[in-house]
């Protein structure tokens, strides 16, 4: 009888057994179901709103990758992702958020030099993009206007929004500034100049060498000198490329003429030229004097119509002592940040792609109706290229 027990007993859990994977199998079978059954529904929203916006998430992420490999050229040097997407550079469309750089620069390096024999730039005929075309005027009447705008006061193109958007005198403060550090004749002997390399102790940031340029830069206008900056250890790599290596000007227009730059360096060498003070360098100042020196009185106490932002206790206070440094800093930054060079229009255009660019690829490929890129045949069938 033991046997037949036994032989019961496992019949009755293999029976158990059955059931339960029988049970385990239906359960499986359920949420798979359901599973397929969700996915499904996502599939048909995804593709109900792809059919909404008329984008499609892939053309989107290949338009924006296309973006970005282009400027990675422009920065980096060249890539492999064309091969390997199979897209024709020339078919991508172009970026509205993108700054042409190359042209951007040639524009500013024009708004940058004095005219033939005339003080200023061709700020007076500023017209964009249009200035790189011939007036249509008579030469003879567009130079009587553009005399009558520089006895009036000509204002430098880097200076955007009306006055009340800007600090107090900013428009007449940063065309002055320019003046000063533009001299017509860099080799007139009555011309002195400061050479000051930007600071670089331990600890110092950008904002410290900002804070101490611009107290170099009073200086050198309450002196009468021309400023020239020397080593900046933030452009010492290898992305500065050949003379602008360790130098602002790889990241901003100089501050000064090259002219007047290869006169100071050559008035570096020369022992009488420093004896005499016609050059001085930042030894020859106290800490004191470069971070917390006299304001330039040129153009007397503007900031003291400044409106007030500082609050102290839950109020504005509408003067204090350092208003007078706030607004220089706020004119010598502008001054020293008043062009971007092609370089960093190029990391600008970096960042504003990997901001904004799958924003505006979306709205590109709207607006193409989302028919691209096209799949051509060229040649041979077995190749297919994107454009």
């Known amino acids: ?9 496992e019949r009755v859990l293999s029976q158990k057994a059955l059931q339960i994977a029988l049970g385990l199998s239906i359960q499986l079978q359920a949420q798979t179901a359901n599973f ?11 593709g109900s709103r792809r059919s909404e916006n008329g984008v499609d998430d ?6 924006f990758s296309a973006w970005s490999a282009l400027l990675s050229e422009s920065v980096d040097g060249e890539i492999a992702f064309w091969e390997s997407a199979g897209l024709s550079k020339s078919a991508v ?48 009447q567009l130079s009587y206007f553009r005399h009558q705008a520089i006895s009036e006061g000509a204002y430098p193109p880097w200076i ?38 930007w600071e670089r102790l331990p600890g110092f940031g950008i904002g410290a ?27 010492d790599h290898d992305g500065c490329k050949g003379s602008l290596r360790s130098s602002w000007s790889c990241y901003f227009f100089p501050e000064t003429s090259q002219e007047c730059r290869d006169h100071a360096f050559e008035l570096m060498g020369n022992k009488e030229a420093l004896e005499r003070g016609i ?39 509408a003067s204090h002592r350092k208003m007078d440094r706030r607004w ?21 255009n970096v960042a504003r792609n990997a901001a904004f660019g799958k924003e505006v690829a979306k709205m590109v490929l709207t607006s193409l109706n989302n028919e691209w890129p096209k799949v051509l045949l060229i040649f041979n069938p077995l190749c297919i290229y994107l454009l």
Request: with cysteine; net charge positive.
């Open 1 to 9: 009888m033991e046997p037949l027990n036994q032989k019961s007993l």
């Open 36 to 46: 397929k059954r969700k996915e499904i529904s996502r599939e048909r929203w995804v």
């Open 58 to 63: 892939e053309k989107v992420s290949l338009l």
């Open 93 to 140: 469309p172009n970026a509205p958020h993108l700054e042409r750089c190359e042209l951007s620069e040639q524009i500013n390096e024009r708004l940058d030099k004095h005219s033939k024999n005339e003080r200023l730039p061709p700020w007076t005929t500023w017209k964009g993009l249009l200035n790189t075309h011939p007036a249509s005027m008579p030469a003879e």
């Open 160 to 197: 955007t929004g009306s006055d009340e958007e800007n600090y107090p005198l900013t428009r007449k403060v940063q065309r002055d500034i320019w003046l000063h550090q533009h001299p017509e004749n860099c080799r007139d002997p009555n011309i002195r100049f400061l050479v000051a390399e």
């Open 209 to 235: 060498q900002l804070a101490g340029m611009c107290g170099l830069l009073a200086i050198a206008v309450n002196e009468k000198r021309v400023l020239v900056t020397s080593y900046y250890n933030r452009a």
């Open 279 to 317: 050059v001085t360098t930042k030894d020859n100042y106290t800490s004191k004097e470069i971070w917390t020196g006299r304001t330039p009185r040129v153009w007397g106490e503007p900031w003291r119509f400044l409106q007030p932002t500082t609050e102290i206790n839950g109020s504005l206070v």
């Open 328 to 348: 220089w800093r706020a004119q010598a930054i502008r001054y020293l940040m008043r062009f971007q060079t092609q370089y960093m229009c190029g990391l600008m």
